[in-house]
């Protein structure tokens, strides 16, 4: 059958013509790719296959024949035409051409159009190709690519998202954030990605079952390593899963989406109520008030009572996940009912999300009164020169009564302005980050180039400018070095109005509180004195009450004894009646209810001998003009090492890791690292690591596709996570719980050295407690960084101290932690 040319849109037929004249076995992948996406339903199964094949050979011969033809649409169109006439799949000649006609559109019109933007860029053309209908197979989520933007159609850098069922790849723009939907032949990929696909393709079986979701693919092929095909069953329940995580990806971003319309509201609401702040206390005394979890899946608090007064220094603490962030949030959006709504409440959050805006711009913002204040001052200022504008030709007097109430909110919010310092808010938010330590060169910076530590710190600047009535600080230490924790702690020491702290530093709980909240069981109980005090006084209370219920047990236990042994008797009779009066009498105690104690098991690793890294007079530094980092650096860590590194921010413990693991080279001196150990690090910004939008169970899957779901689940639970959790959104979890996670993550592959930097942000006292003794029990080698004391003191055996560029070895923590904070 003969096929005339198809439509080509305006396509450069030279340009068309010398692509698939480069080979054969070329042209004939993309017609077995067009084929395929005509989704004819006779082109399936033994019928594609022998198409493919037949199609391969025969353009072959031509290529290579005696009277070699140039391999052109035409002749793709010509082969495909006559196969289908003499296989039946199409009745005659003109049912050919029109599925050839087709084809050809799929392989060339929109697939391999080349725009302006392709040929001003002849430097992208050559390692990136456009997609077309071949190699649209290729793509895969996560891989990088080259999209053009529908604004500019301009190529930009991007990654795939995700493959939709309508054909469209919904990709997201590098440096830009953005996602969108373009178009396949709207992206590029590199050449190297497109030559894998060869002519293998042409041979392989087809794959029939395949269930396709709104935005994601479900494979018809196992997961477990079998390359066998999926029943309708498991298909059917991979759809339901996908869907259950889809409902739960859109739940989590309405909850994030109704927690900033909260803040929002709850700023309004103290702004409507602060009026009346000077007329009332400053106690706070709610008597009764339960709480759900953001999706309200359970209960946190159960007829809770929440007492906060002026002058007291609270720290909160309780098991992670029990409900301690969330409590601070209720507080913080006045959710809790009966909280006074006039008290200015500031939440500090556990991390600080770094954007472009400058530090000092940033601490400026965080006055959101003082910003709607300003706003409604430039709203009713401009409202009163238009109506003046408009009614100029009206009554002075009228004019005047009917403004009159706008003249008195403009002059109450002058009033608020004047009270709050808003015209010196500059100064004062530069005043309060030169106590922190921000030079004026680092109030500039955007806040997403700084680490962890300053961006506590700004966030803490934040806080401190606010100066609010309750402030709520919510793991206020991570990331801190020492010296900053002392300055925090002397700041807040000094602290008059009221503070609530979430803290899993015993030692900074032991200097700044006064008073101790435990939530535990649904309910705040609480106690006098700091940490240490809460400890021993609860440990005592555990003790009495686990004596009053052996003593009630045993006396219930013998007074049942003689009411069975003389219940028939008639001469006791009156006997047996009064102790089955008592006994109904008897007040219950309840039995000891103690939180269950966190077990870690870190997978055991054959021993190593010799060092496993070192470095040998090393001197590095990021820019030889600027000096050097590290001089004249000699360390080494072995199998039973238990080395904690000290030091400020900024003085080079990071770079040091780095030097010793292989992540940077020195400029002098010697690295030796051992090949043959395998070394895992955890992130202090472990958040990072995760998949916020997968379950724990989904992400070591993706991760570690050979392993089994049991496997991983029993994994995970080495970590206190429960069954319950493997299915739920890492996203969805606490600060805690997605640290085990990435724990979890760190230690499937059983390394022989863990590189852990601030392992326990976020962790509660009781879950350091069991990573203490799991690193205790583990065999392996363990290099840590930490601000956390009590961490430093029971794990490490050796310290090393960072300080202006020098790193010296230590047998005690004391020792270490003078020399490295000596210029601090």
């Known amino acids: 059958a003969e096929s005339p040319s198809p439509p080509t849109a305006g396509l450069d037929t030279a340009k068309r013509e010398k692509r698939m004249a480069s080979s054969a076995a070329a042209a004939a992948d993309a017609a077995y790719g067009a084929l395929r996406t005509l989704h004819v339903p006779e082109l399936s199964g033994p019928v594609l296959r022998y198409i493919s094949r037949k199609l391969s050979g025969d353009l072959d011969v031509l290529h290579k024949g005696d009277e070699a033809k140039l391999i052109t649409t035409e002749v793709v169109d010509a082969s495909i035409g006559e196969l289908l006439c003499s296989f039946g799949v199409a009745g005659g000649t003109e049912e050919a051409t029109k599925i050839c006609c087709r084809i050809s559109l799929s392989l060339g019109g929109e697939g391999l159009r080349e725009t302006d933007a392709d040929i ?8 990136w190709i456009c997609v077309d209908a071949k190699s649209k197979g290729v793509l895969q989520i996560g891989m990088e690519c080259r999209a053009k933007y529908y604004v500019d159609k301009v190529w930009y850098p991007a990654t795939v998202e995700a493959l939709m069922s309508s054909g469209e790849i919904m990709v997201s723009f590098v440096g830009y954030g953005n996602s969108e939907k373009v178009p396949f032949d709207w992206i590029k990929i590199p050449a190297s990605e497109a030559k894998n696909l060869g002519t293998t393709l042409l041979t392989a079986p087809v794959k029939i ?8 693919k479900i494979s018809g092929q196992s997961d477990d390593g079998s390359n066998r095909a999926l029943s309708k069953r498991e298909i059917r329940q991979l759809r339901q899963k996908q869907k259950a995580l ?28 602060v009026a009346t702040a000077k007329k009332m206390g400053k106690d706070v005394h709610v008597h009764s008030f339960s709480m759900f979890t953001p999706d309200g899946s359970s209960q946190l608090l159960e007829s809770a009572e929440l007492k906060l007064s002026p002058g007291r220094r609270i720290g909160l603490i309780g098991r992670n996940g029990i409900g301690k962030t969330t409590l601070l949030k209720h507080i913080a959006n006045y959710e809790v009912p009966g909280f006074p709504t006039y008290l200015r409440v500031v939440h500090v959050q556990q991390e600080c999300r770094g954007d472009t805006r400058s530090v000092l711009e940033t601490v400026i913002a965080a006055d959101v009164e003082r910003k709607m204040l300003l706003e409604e001052e430039k709203r009713l200022t401009q409202e009163g020169k238009e109506k003046k504008t408009k009614n100029e030709d009206e009554d002075g007097e009228n004019l005047v009564a009917r403004d009159s109430g706008d003249g008195d909110r403009l002059a109450e919010v002058y009033e608020r302005l004047q009270e709050i310092e808003a015209w010196s808010a500059e100064t004062r938010a530069s005043s309060i980050l030169t106590g922190l330590g921000f030079s004026p060169e680092r109030q500039q910076f955007p806040t997403k180039s700084l680490s962890g530590g300053w961006r506590m710190r700004v966030a803490l600047a934040c806080a401190l400018f606010v100066g609010p009535d309750i402030l709520l600080l919510d793991e206020p230490t991570n990331h801190l070095d020492f010296p900053a924790v002392l300055w925090l702690q002397n700041y807040l020491l000094k602290y008059k109005k009221t503070l609530l702290v979430v803290s899993h530093d015993r030692h900074f709980l032991n200097v700044v509180t006064t008073d101790i909240i435990h939530l535990y069981n649904r309910k705040l109980n609480y106690y006098k004195g700091d940490y240490e005090t809460f400890a021993q006084v609860r440990k005592e209370q555990l003790l009495a009450q686990k004596r009053a219920y052996e003593a009630s047990e045993a006396k219930r236990k013998h007074m049942q004894e003689f009411i069975d042994k003389f219940r028939f008797n008639a001469k006791r009779a009156s006997l047996v009646q009064s102790r089955i009066k008592a006994l109904e009498r008897m007040e219950k105690v309840a039995a000891v209810e103690d939180e269950a104690a966190l077990q870690f098991e870190l997978p055991q690793v054959v021993k190593v001998e010799g060092n496993m890294v070192a470095l040998d007079n090393v001197d590095f530094g990021y820019d030889k003009r600027k000096g050097l980092i590290l001089r004249d650096v000699s360390v080494c860590v072995h199998a039973e090492s238990r080395v904690g590194v000290l030091g400020a921010n900024g003085a080079g413990k990071t770079t040091l890791i780095k030097l010793l693991i292989g992540g940077l080279e020195p400029f002098r001196g010697r690295a030796v690292r051992n090949r043959t150990i395998r070394i895992s690090c955890f992130n202090q910004h472990h958040v990072d690591q995760l998949d916020l939008d997968m379950t724990p169970l989904d992400f070591l899957k993706k991760k570690f596709p050979k392993a089994t779901s049991d496997q991983l689940r029993s994994h995970l639970s080495r970590f206190g996570i429960v069954s319950a959790l493997h299915e739920q959104l890492i996203g969805n979890l606490s600060g805690g719980q997605q640290s085990r996670v990435a724990f979890a993550l760190v230690t499937y592959v059983q390394p022989h050295l863990m590189v852990m930097d601030e392992p326990t942000n976020h962790l509660d006292i009781e879950t350091i407690d069991a990573l203490v003794g799991a690193i205790k029990r583990w065999n392996g080698a363990v290099l840590f960084v930490s601000h956390d004391q009590y961490f430093l003191e029971q794990v490490g055996k050796d310290f090393w101290g960072v300080s202006e560029g020098r790193v010296k070895q230590f047998r005690t923590f004391k020792d270490a932690k003078r020399f490295s904070y000596s210029a601090s």
């Open 120 to 127: 001003k860029d002849s430097q992208d053309a050559e390692e």
């Open 209 to 216: 079952e395949q269930v396709e979701e709104k935005d994601t």
């Open 246 to 273: 889809e409902a739960m990806r859109r739940r989590r971003e309405a909850i994030k989406r109704a927690e900033r319309e909260k803040q929002e509201a709850a700023m309004r609401t103290y702004l409507e109520s």
